[in-house]
């Protein structure tokens, strides 16, 4: 069976054909109507399912290697920093969790790039609110920032916080980091500041694996919704489930996709290590590239 970064590599040489799927898909529903639909919707408490799953086989992968790697990295280089990148909904902050756990020797601190998204209201100002998710819409001078005051072990070191209720950065309202052992920073972005990483991971799934992950976890974000008005998933909330898979499928042919064929299965090649994940979040195959 072709990985789904075999997939992703084909898909790219086609991407004209690609743009016109995506087109023709998202003619599903009224995109332009939920286009601010969050491309990585979701809260930590919704990974719980896959991570049982999931901890135990990341053990596994720290006692093959990867917990070697790490305790090397931190005798030369303190702190380790550690890049999560892949789809939207292929499970970054689930792997990030579990690593947490089995880094037990060692603090550490998982970073999500969410908080690194501008506000909304600059998005709106700069008029590419549907681009939400895509290199554009992050701070990236703000990322590089952050991580040269973790290298200079700078105790006030501090991200901004992003809430998913809201589906927005919140004013001014930061979190501490300080100086950890570990830094992990997860997102669909993550493999694109490589540059400034020690190690550097990707978690790869076919894409209709993703999808139906995807769908799911919208539904759970919108069953999370019903009895919170001021939720941003409000609105969907009294839907169907036919019609909150339709919108699903839709925000991702708009969004995911695109965003996963034009950047960030191609950051994957700044991996040093791919995992292959199976259709129920188990790691069916693990790469060393570096």
Known sequence: MESGLGYWRRAHRQAGQDRDRTSSTAGLIDVARYRQCPPAAGTSALHLRSRSVESGEVTSLLESGLGERVT?????????????????????STFAAALVEGLKEFQVEVVGTDGFLYPNAVLAERRIESRKGFPESYDANAVVAFIDALRNGDDSASVPVYSHTAYDVVAGERRIIGSPDVCIIEGVNALQFADHLDLAIYLDADEADLINWYATRFSEICDAAIDDPTSFYSGWSLFPESERREMAESFWYGINHPNLLEYIAPSAEHADLVVHKAHD?????????A
């Open 72 to 92: 090397r990295l931190h005798a030369s280089s303190a702190p380790v920093v550690i890049g999560i990148a892949g789809s939207v909904a292929v499970g970054k």
């Open 281 to 289: 979040h188990s790691i069916a195959s693990v790469e060393w590239r």
